[in-house]
């Protein structure tokens, strides 16, 4: 077995598939958020579990707290920061968006992380209504969200055209009862609810194209994994060819509260 056809150890958040893309923006935008500041960033990493996010960014000198109604995912992310040098500047707290402003002061983030939380919360209006009180003016905020015409696609592929249509037409973007997801956004509606919430939106496509699509057969090696990776990017470099991005299994945007 050649070392590039070995199984592949636990990866990092840089390159695991599910969060390298979203990784690379975030990192990037924490980058010249410090230049522009002179100081690290402090950071609100909403609905954050385990931490799969938060550590990193604490491991690169920035103070994150991390809000999530999950005792068990807190316990995990305790025992992940444990396990790391930036644990010091980890919080973690239960709770949710309606107790933000109790656990921090109104416009005192930098940055607020809301990655796979907005499709699940019981009012995603007020979610970033809250979210929006405790950023600072200028600040950012990085949401990954469900997407619709994923679910669509994936429903079509799986011979289940009933489901798809119902995914296309329902107000929620679910494809029946046993949905697990209680709702996938579009684009423009994601991008309506932020500036009604106060943000402008700079940055929104879709991730995850291709490989929540490809079989993991076929993703054995890092060459593969490298190179669909350089496709997902491809795949929203340019206006021709952003069609694709609208086929991305999650939504990712960044924004600046005004």
């Not at 077995?1 to 390159?15: F, I, K, L």
């Not at 609810?193 to 993991?216: K, Y």
Request: hydrophobic letters at 40%; charged letters at 25%.
């Amino acid at each position: 077995m050649t070392e590039d056809r070995r199984p592949a150890r636990r990866r990092g958040v840089e390159s695991n598939l599910r969060t390298a893309a979203v990784w690379a923006e975030v990192a990037e935008l924490t980058t010249d958020r410090r230049t522009e500041l002179g100081r690290p960033l402090r950071v609100l990493d909403l609905g954050g579990g385990t931490g799969g996010l938060a550590v990193p960014l604490a491991e690169q000198g920035h103070t994150v707290t991390v809000v999530d109604p999950s005792a068990d995912a807190l316990a995990s992310l305790r025992r992940r920061s444990a396990e790391s040098s930036a644990s010091a500047r980890i919080s973690a707290v239960q709770g949710d968006a309606d107790s933000l402003t109790d656990v921090l002061a109104p416009g005192s983030v930098d940055l607020v992380c809301c990655h796979g939380t907005l499709e699940v919360v019981d009012d995603p209006d007020s979610t970033l209504a809250r979210i929006a009180d405790v950023l600072a003016p200028g600040g950012y905020l990085s949401l990954v969200t469900a997407q619709r015409l994923a679910a669509v696609l994936a429903r079509a592929l799986a011979g289940r055209f009933d489901q798809a249509q119902h995914v296309l037409a329902s107000e929620d973007g679910r494809w029946g009862d046993g949905d697990p997801m209680p709702r996938r956004f579009d684009q423009g509606d994601v991008v309506a609810r932020l500036g009604r919430a106060g943000f402008t939106v700079e940055s929104i496509h879709g991730v995850r194209v291709f490989s929540d699509l490809v079989p993991g057969a076929l993703l054995d090696s890092e060459s593969d994994r490298a190179e669909i990776l350089a496709l997902e990017q491809a795949s929203v470099g340019d206006a021709e060819r952003s069609v694709l991005s609208h086929l991305g299994t999650q939504l990712h945007a960044l924004a600046r509260r005004d």
